[in-house]
Nanobody
Framework: QVQLVESGGGLVQPGGSLRLSCVAS????????MRWYRQAPGKGRELVAD????????VYVDSVKGRFTISRDNAKNTVYLQMNSLKPEDTAVYSC?????WGQGTQVTVSS
């Protein structure tokens, strides 16, 4: 069965950095686009970043462009989200996604 397991969240001060990881299993990872979403308290789920399966091309929501980087390691069945210059408004539960499958999410809190 498909499994997505995120890690790397935590509490960080504004301006700090975190790297999220999502280890995938149960499907041919290299064949699928992968996405990171986030959901802040009281808000809907938002697509943060997408990375294609073939070219590795990436797409970002405007609010994170220039600060976040999505990448993948097909040998490790892992997708990453490097988050720099974090802001309080980045506080959310971050989840990775493929097709109709979701991980359990990892909490990111940006606060001084």
């Amino acid at each position: 069965q498909v499994q997505l397991v995120e890690s790397g969240g935590g509490l960080v001060q504004p301006g700090g950095s975190l790297r999220l990881s999502c280890v995938a299993s149960g499907f041919p990872f290299s064949n699928y686009d992968m996405r990171w979403y986030r959901q802040a308290p009281g808000k809907g789920r938002e697509l943060v970043a997408d990375i294609s399966s073939t070219s590795g091309s990436t797409v970002y929501v405007d609010s994170v462009k220039g600060r976040f980087t999505i990448s993948r390691d097909n040998a490790k069945n892992t997708v990453y989200l490097q988050m720099n210059s974090l802001k309080p408004e980045d506080t959310a539960v971050y989840s990775c996604n493929v097709q109709f499958y979701w991980g359990q999410g990892t909490q990111v809190t940006v606060s001084s």
